[in-house]
């Protein structure tokens, strides 16, 4: 998948290219399954956005569940291992830099 910015990953929408008429009564039984297994806050937002196709609701989903990558002490620890400056002279200590 093409990295896209925040701002383009909340526009996502599905193609309706992927409706076919064969998955549409596919559709019909999954999506309310899909929607008994979230939370009420998030059911009524893929409502009120209209959202009612297997696709959608995923792409929504992941809009709102990405994780972001790493936290900040994660960030902070691997932007000190990276300045730290020490370079491995054996193979054991590259590969528990590499580990890190």
Do not use: C, F
């Not at 596919?26 to 939370?39: G, N, T, Y």
């Amino acid at each position: 998948m093409v990295d896209r910015t925040p701002l383009e990953r909340i526009r996502l929408r599905a193609p309706e290219t992927l409706r076919l008429e064969a998955y549409l009564r596919l559709e019909q039984r999954i999506v309310p399954l899909l929607l008994k297994s979230m939370p009420e806050l998030i059911k009524a937002d893929l409502v009120s956005n209209r959202v009612m196709n297997v696709v959608g609701v995923m792409l929504r989903l992941w809009t709102l569940y990405q994780p972001e990558p790493g936290g900040s002490s994660e960030r902070i620890s691997i932007l000190h291992l990276r300045t730290e400056g020490k370079i491995p002279t054996t193979a054991n200590d590259l590969l528990s830099g590499l580990r890190k």
